[in-house]
């Protein structure tokens, strides 16, 4: 009996975890996608020094939950981050975010002289949101990815 209890808290909690999983790879997509049809556009009218050239995602390590805004002019990358990603980055970044809520998209800037991160905002953009597609006039990544970069 007490093995039977074990095996059906352990199936429950593999179930758990793959549902996890799935639900960070559909984040992931989703922030994939607005990148590169939308946000990339936005910025890049918005600003004339390090326009977004390439939107690039990893597929593996601790790095995996984010979305890397590669830039022009030698300006450091922007970075779309989620959970567990951004966990680990606000413990690096030399002002962290004192109460972040995880279930939302966090912005940061690359600080390429110390290989770590310099800035992270977080946004009004809800992972579940992400997850529905974000309407292409939605520009509330687009002004975290402007204030991150101004120090805003």
């Known amino acids: ?3 039977e209890f074990a095996n059906l808290v352990a199936e429950h909690a593999r179930r758990q975890f793959e549902e996890s999983l799935k639900t960070l790879a559909n984040v ?3 922030l994939r996608s607005f990148a590169r049809s939308t946000l990339m556009a936005q910025v890049n009218a918005r600003v004339e020094r ?7 995602t990893r597929f593996v390590g601790q ?10 002019d030698g300006q ?8 567990p990603t951004v966990v680990v980055e606000n413990e690096r970044v030399p002002v962290p975010i004192g109460e972040p809520d995880y279930s939302r998209v966090f912005v940061t800037l690359e600080n390429a002289e110390r290989e770590s ?9 809800r992972l579940a949101e992400v997850i529905d597609g974000l309407s292409r006039d939605d520009c509330r990544l687009r002004d975290a990815v402007l204030a991150v970069e101004l120090g805003t």
């Open 117 to 125: 991160i310099a800035r992270i905002v977080q946004t009004d953009v």
């Open 63 to 72: 790095w995996e939950w984010c979305i890397e805004l590669q830039r022009a």
């Open 28 to 30: 992931k997509a989703g």
């Open 1 to 3: 009996m007490t093995q």
């Open 50 to 56: 390090g326009r977004i050239e390439k939107v690039v």
């Open 76 to 83: 450091p990358a922007i970075f779309l981050e989620f959970r």
